[in-house]
């Protein structure tokens, strides 16, 4: 059970946080300040971060989806949080303002902010996530870091990219690699990797479903 001083601690993003509809965007974001004793100066620092500087008086009805997703959003870390609850923040906004809030979302953990986010959007979580679970009807059915993830599930194959362009594969240990390498001796070689899936590959396998 949590205590007055631990839910001030704590910032929640959902479809279902609170606007007033007729509350102006400021005046939203200055009621919210004013319960937690913050100064006005921190309203449009947020405001700014999340692309919102300039729609300070338009009522909250109004705005777009998008718009009311980034509003909500500046509400819950308003107050810089030490635990941040996120559900797909980042849901029907375009690739600048995406990757604005994928920035305020890295400097608030680098700050010391443990973000736990939900989303369907597998790039984003690796992109974002330390540690990444994949939930199939209500179990977590993986868990580890994105990194090791791609190695764990990768195919037991090397890709060997030449510099004319053309593409060889071959099993991935050292017998095989040697002599695919040797074979190729005074050919240009471009690239060499292991063929690691992304994050909805791997979802795909150990799910069996499809992304919804």
């Known amino acids: 059970r949590l205590d007055s001083a631990a839910y001030e601690q704590i910032g929640i993003l959902s479809d279902n946080s609170g606007v007033y509809e007729r509350m102006s965007v400021y005046e939203n974001m200055k009621l919210f300040a004013d319960l937690r004793g913050l100064p006005a100066s921190r309203i449009g620092e947020v405001l700014e971060k999340v692309g919102l500087a300039d729609a300070g008086k338009r009522v909250a009805k109004k705005l777009s989806k998008g718009m009311r997703q980034r509003l909500i959003l500046a509400m819950a870390v308003l107050h810089r949080p030490r635990l941040l609850f996120l559900d797909e923040p980042t849901a029907a906004l375009d690739p600048a303002t995406t990757a604005a809030i994928h920035r305020l979302l890295r400097e608030m953990n680098d700050g010391g902010t443990t973000i736990f986010l939900t989303t369907h959007n597998m790039e984003e979580a690796d992109r974002l996530c330390?540690?990444?679970?994949?939930?199939?009807?209500?179990?977590?059915?993986?868990?580890g870091v994105p990194a090791q993830l791609k190695l764990k599930y990768a195919k037991d194959r090397v890709r060997v990219l030449l510099e004319d362009g053309e593409a060889l594969e071959c099993a991935r240990n050292p017998e095989a690699m040697g002599a695919l390498l040797a074979d190729l001796s005074g050919r240009g070689i471009a690239s060499v990797h292991s063929?690691?899936?992304?994050?909805?590959?791997?979802?795909?396998?150990?799910?069996?479903?499809n992304l919804v």
Request: aromatic share 6%; proline share 3%; no cysteine.
């Open 130 to 143: 330390a540690r990444v679970a994949f939930l199939n009807e209500g179990r977590i059915a993986e868990t």
């Open 195 to 209: 063929e690691e899936p992304d994050l909805e590959e791997i979802f795909l396998q150990v799910t069996g479903r």
